[in-house]
């Protein structure tokens, strides 16, 4: 069984993170699909985990947003991505995953089908300063993506209010057995240990599918 405290930063190579290539002892890899409203903090969390250059596919936002992109609460937010970012962590000396993050913006939504192929699960993250958007990202999960697992990762900002698990269930009319877990999407132990969580509601899900 993957655990956060079976994390360790993988052998060889040279980058900004880590390694850049893989090491040799890795055996098996895994595709996880990074979800959430508009600057949940997707991008974030994927650079801070990612042991090689995350691949991202930022603009600058213009005027052209104006009216199309609900920026309360993310005033300072001046980049968004439009077509996904990309990571690389290594987990376990054997267990490498994926990471694609998608694009917020409902507009882009279209692309998350694509995206998916091949993903073991989802990382849900939200921020409890605006949960709303959560819901609707939520039902294009269950209307696009229903056939995988997710885990719901909880982003904390300096100003987010802090609510009980079980009320961010309830608010977000979560499936029984729906792992919800704390992280800050800057901190690498945090992302990292929610990945983890993800991983194993996985492989739990595909043997509970197998029984």
Known sequence: MVSANSFEPPAG?????GASYLADTVEHSAKILVVGAFGVGKTTLIGSVSEIKPL????SMTTASVGVDDLAGLEGKRETTVAMDFGRVTVTPTLVLYLFGTPGQRRFWDLWEGLAEGAVGVLVLV?????????EVLDQLETQLAE????????HFPDSPRHEVDELIEALDLPPGTPVIDCDARSHPGSVKALITLVEHALAARKMAQV
């Open 56 to 59: 991202r596919t930022e603009e």
């Open 13 to 17: 190579g040279t980058t900004a993170n």
């Open 127 to 135: 921020d409890t300063r605006r949960l709303e958007r959560s819901f």
């Open 148 to 155: 995988l697992p997710f885990a719901v990762a909880v982003n």
